[in-house]
């Protein structure tokens, strides 16, 4: 036990180093978010200083990822971060992204059966989905449609919407969500 625990903590250095570069930010950049110095960011991501949680929740915060994820972080060498889909109330969700404050990207899948009644709610922000399979029932203001696989939808969250599955199958999408109202332009407009 107490080899596995050192190990996921040798792990940590360089799992920091990736996500920081997978991020593209400097070392300066990160300690501006943080408040943690450009010294003891170095000496984590190189394993000279081991981490701590005071010095772990920031960095989880500022990376957009859990301090789960931050310590059970791939073998050394391993760029890939490992994602973990999450399960509630039959709908799956697949983080595809992990910029905080940017646009998020999620694959979802809603079983059949699950979110029959529409409920529409509304928050910030700015929504892109696109139906890989399966049925997607939108209800979006005073509209009610069905989209199909490669059908897509984009619009403001500020507009009551609630979206399920249309029949007795289940659905799988794509969605972008933007909580600054960034817009995902998925065609060309036309000339004037």
Do not use: C
Request: glycine residues 10%.
């Amino acid at each position: 036990m107490t080899s596995d625990f050192g190990a996921a903590l040798d792990a940590v250095g360089p799992h920091l180093r990736a996500l920081r570069k997978q991020r593209d930010i400097t070392l300066t950049e990160l300690a501006n978010q943080t408040g943690i110095s450009v010294s003891t960011l170095s000496r984590l991501e190189s394993g000279d200083r081991k981490p701590t949680l005071e010095l772990l929740l920031p960095l989880a915060k500022a990376h957009g990822v859990t301090l789960d994820e931050l310590v059970d972080a791939p073998p050394t060498g391993d760029p890939r971060i490992h994602l973990r889909p999450t399960t509630r109330n039959g709908i799956t969700m697949l983080p595809l992204t992990r910029r905080a404050g940017g646009i998020q990207a999620y694959k979802m899948v809603i079983a059949a059966g699950a979110r029959t009644e529409p409920d529409p709610r509304v928050h910030e922000g700015y929504e892109w989905l696109y139906v890989l399979n399966g049925r997607l029932r939108l209800v979006l203001g005073d509209h009610d449609v069905v989209l199909t696989p490669g059908e897509a939808a984009e619009f403001d969250t500020h507009v009551p919407h609630w979206f399920g599955p249309a029949g007795e199958e289940s659905v799988e999408f794509l969605s972008l969500f933007g909580k600054q109202g960034e817009r995902a332009h998925v065609r060309a407009r036309p000339r004037a």
